[in-house]
């Protein structure tokens, strides 16, 4: 990224001169100008009608906000946001896109799908103005579904308000949240297993809750979770009472001996990739906010997925060391120990967050992925570049304008960690932590196991020949089959087949040494479902037999 000057010396040519900061005259990206109906004040409960009208700038090009508009229409408008709103001076919102009768509009904005619910994200204390573009890009890879977004001049009854990202709001939809659609008739059956979005998070009077039957730890009272789907007022009390149910089932599993059966444990009852997945983003981003508030999850029917998703991601403007608490500043420690490094905070990680992410095999899961996204997306070169990306994206003109706007470039907003005073020392400090983050995350995930011993006890043969270990287990691309002799060389037979007897895989006269040695069997192919090995050790003893899990 090449900025021409530090804030400081930029040419204030986007603004009128005399002060007039609150002022846009110019804007190389799109301005969204927002006019509330007279007689409304605007509040967080509470749409209020207005009009819109959307400027776009030709390629390289620039607008002002008595161009011509490309969109325009009516909308409902309010505040959101709880911490974010209440220590920024800098206010988001959301919007909802209507008819001329106030009825819902699903209209296409800046090239994202058509809908009519959308939210304005203002990055205040973040002064990179990207922390959450990055982790919203990252998801976008790696996720079923992460909000799109676009940056935008704001412009609110004529005063400019600074650079925001116009985002898709958390939805079911086929183009967002991609479950089941429910209705207040569907109590009983598959109908009622899906889909729900729930989430840990603070809680406000309107919302529909139920808590957990199991203290945080250290505290005397449990975490509440909050149902964003369906909405609090559609919902009915056959469905709250089965989700509420089925989350204190797959607590009360995670909190007995017998947790991580593949049968009965968290295999039965979470999709573990996208836990895995969930896990590195936090973990890359050090979110101080991770696994105890904006964490969502969604379950669609069971008739199309049984099991938990972790997701979708939100909320990340105290992410990459923005935040001088808990040790959210620190490049180096786990983000899922929050509780560990601050056990007085209110709102600390619940005790399945860090029993799941400790089991091994798990750990041995996100080794794997870790070092696959290092190779390509979460690479150092990868992640400048899209830090640069973002940057050229929001332009100089738009980031001068911002801070002209809003100028806390000298001064620490809550819960800066780092005040660098320029715009270029802000983004300076962003890659640094950023490097230094994926380089310790290198040296701490090297030290998970390679190998992985099943969570059943390895197969032994009855005669004492040998044994016989299958990991991961469950597996999705590969699983590895470890032998360890007890006795000389001897040929190995190895035959897999699936529930209904038929061969997936076979392997004949594998000569095994004594001690271990690994056999790799790819299962990229396989339908996901139950499998079972069948080893034989020559014509002596009976063969190992043992059963595999494809997800």
Same mark, same amino acid.
């Given at each position: 990224?090449?900025?021409?000057?530090?804030?400081?010396?930029?040419? #204030?040519?986007?603004?009128?001169?005399?002060?007039?900061?609150?002022?846009?005259?110019?804007?190389?990206?799109?301005?969204?100008?927002?006019?509330?109906?007279?007689?409304?004040?605007?509040?967080?409960?509470?749409?209020?009608?207005?009009?819109?009208?959307?400027?776009?700038?030709?390629?390289?090009?620039?607008?002002?906000?008595?161009?011509?508009?490309?969109?325009?229409?009516?909308?409902?408008?309010?505040?959101?946001?709880?911490?974010?709103?209440?220590?920024?001076?800098?206010?988001?919102?959301?919007?909802?896109?209507?008819?001329?009768?106030?009825?819902?509009?699903?209209?296409?904005?800046?090239?994202?799908?058509?809908?009519?619910?959308?939210?304005?994200?203002?990055?205040?204390?973040?002064?990179?103005?990207?922390?959450?573009?990055?982790?919203?890009?990252?998801?976008?890879?790696?996720?079923?579904?992460?909000?799109?977004?676009?940056?935008?001049?704001?412009?609110?009854?004529?005063?400019?308000?600074?650079?925001?990202?116009?985002?898709?709001?958390?939805?079911?939809?086929?183009?967002?949240?991609?479950?089941?659609?429910?209705?207040?008739?569907?109590?009983?059956?598959?109908?009622?297993?899906?889909?729900?979005?729930?989430?840990?998070?603070?809680?406000?009077?309107?919302?529909?809750?139920?808590?957990?039957?199991?203290?945080?730890?250290?505290?005397?009272?449990?975490?509440?979770?909050?149902?964003?789907?369906?909405?609090?007022?559609?919902?009915?009390?056959?469905?709250?009472?089965?989700?509420?149910?089925?989350?204190?089932?797959?607590?009360?599993?995670?909190?007995?001996?017998?947790?991580?059966?593949?049968?009965?444990?968290?295999?039965?009852?979470?999709?573990?990739?996208?836990?895995?997945?969930?896990?590195?983003?936090?973990?890359?981003?050090?979110?101080?906010?991770?696994?105890?508030?904006?964490?969502?999850?969604?379950?669609?029917?069971?008739?199309?997925?049984?099991?938990?998703?972790?997701?979708?991601?939100?909320?990340?403007?105290?992410?990459?060391?923005?935040?001088?608490?808990?040790?959210?500043?620190?490049?180096?420690?786990?983000?899922?120990?929050?509780?560990?490094?601050?056990?007085?905070?209110?709102?600390?990680?619940?005790?399945?967050? #860090?029993?799941?992410?400790?089991?091994?095999?798990?750990?041995?899961?996100?080794?794997?992925?870790?070092?696959?996204?290092?190779?390509?997306?979460?690479?150092?070169?990868?992640?400048?570049?899209?830090?640069?990306?973002?940057?050229?994206?929001?332009?100089?003109?738009?980031?001068?304008?911002?801070?002209?706007?809003? @100028?806390?470039?000298?001064?620490?907003?809550?819960?800066?960690?780092?005040?660098?005073?320029?715009?270029?020392?802000?983004?300076?400090?962003?890659?640094?932590?950023?490097?230094?983050?994926?380089?310790?995350?290198?040296?701490?995930?090297?030290?998970? #196991?390679?190998?992985?011993?099943?969570?059943?006890?390895?197969?032994?043969?009855?005669?004492?020949?040998?044994?016989?270990?299958?990991?991961?287990? #469950?597996?999705?691309?590969?699983?590895?089959?470890?032998?360890?002799?007890?006795?000389?060389?001897?040929?190995?037979?190895?035959?897999?087949?699936?529930?209904?007897?038929?061969?997936?895989?076979?392997?004949?006269?594998?000569?095994?040494?004594?001690? @271990?040695?690994?056999?790799?069997?790819?299962?990229?192919?396989?339908?996901?479902?139950?499998?079972?090995?069948?080893?034989?050790?020559?014509?002596?003893?009976? @063969?190992?037999?043992?059963?595999?899990?494809?997800?």
């Amino acid at each position: 990224m090449k900025l021409l000057f530090t804030l400081l010396f930029s040419v #204030p040519f986007c603004f009128m001169v005399f002060g007039q900061t609150n002022v846009l005259t110019n804007s190389n990206l799109p301005i969204l100008s927002i006019t509330t109906s007279p007689g409304f004040v605007l509040d967080r409960t509470t749409n209020i009608p207005g009009t819109y009208r959307l400027i776009v700038p030709p390629n390289g090009g620039t607008v002002t906000p008595s161009s011509t508009p490309q969109q325009q229409g009516t909308l409902g408008i309010r505040y959101r946001g709880k911490t974010s709103f209440d220590l920024s001076d800098k206010k988001p919102y959301t919007i909802e896109i209507q008819d001329a009768k106030g009825e819902d509009l699903d209209v296409s904005i800046l090239g994202m799908p058509a809908e009519s619910d959308w939210v304005l994200l203002a990055p205040f204390s973040d002064k990179s103005l990207i922390r959450e573009a990055i982790v919203y890009r990252l998801g976008q890879k790696v996720m079923p579904w992460a909000p799109r977004y676009r940056f935008v001049n704001l412009v609110i009854n004529g005063s400019y308000d600074g650079v925001y990202m116009l985002a898709e709001r958390l939805k079911r939809n086929k183009n967002r949240i991609n479950i089941t659609k429910m209705s207040k008739a569907d109590t009983i059956g598959d109908k009622l297993t899906g889909g729900y979005i729930w989430a840990f998070d603070k809680t406000d009077a309107r919302d529909v809750t139920f808590k957990s039957q199991i203290n945080l730890p250290g505290k005397t009272y449990a975490p509440d979770y909050v149902i964003f789907y369906p909405d609090d007022d559609e919902i009915v009390t056959k469905q709250r009472s089965y989700i509420r149910d089925w989350m204190r089932n797959f607590e009360a599993v995670m909190n007995g001996a017998q947790f991580n059966n593949l049968q009965t444990g968290y295999p039965k009852y979470i999709d573990i990739n996208s836990f895995v997945d969930n896990v590195l983003i936090n973990e890359l981003s050090k979110n101080v906010d991770a696994y105890r508030l904006s964490t969502y999850f969604h379950k669609d029917a069971d008739s199309k997925n049984p099991k938990m998703v972790a997701g979708p991601i939100w909320d990340y403007n105290l992410a990459f060391g923005n935040a001088n608490y808990c040790q959210g500043a620190l490049t180096s420690g786990w983000g899922y120990d929050f509780t560990t490094a601050c056990p007085t905070d209110f709102w600390v990680i619940h005790f399945w967050w #860090p029993k799941l992410i400790n089991e091994p095999d798990f750990r041995f899961r996100i080794k794997r992925r870790w070092t696959e996204l290092r190779k390509g997306m979460y690479s150092t070169t990868n992640m400048m570049k899209l830090v640069d990306t973002l940057t050229n994206t929001i332009g100089t003109p738009s980031i001068t304008a911002n801070f002209n706007r809003w @100028p806390i470039l000298n001064r620490n907003v809550w819960p800066n960690a780092f005040v660098g005073g320029s715009y270029d020392a802000e983004i300076t400090y962003l890659k640094n932590w950023i490097t230094q983050r994926l380089d310790w995350m290198d040296r701490a995930i090297a030290e998970i #196991p390679d190998r992985v011993v099943s969570v059943n006890d390895p197969k032994v043969t009855d005669d004492g020949l040998g044994e016989i270990s299958v990991y991961p287990n #469950p597996a999705t691309d590969q699983f590895n089959l470890e032998f360890r002799l007890f006795t000389t060389e001897r040929p190995v037979d190895i035959e897999i087949t699936d529930i209904s007897g038929r061969k997936v895989y076979r392997q004949e006269q594998w000569f095994v040494s004594r001690g @271990p040695k690994v056999l790799e069997v790819p299962s990229a192919n396989w339908s996901p479902g139950v499998y079972f090995y069948r080893v034989s050790l020559g014509e002596k003893g009976t @063969p190992l037999v043992g059963r595999m899990v494809k997800q």
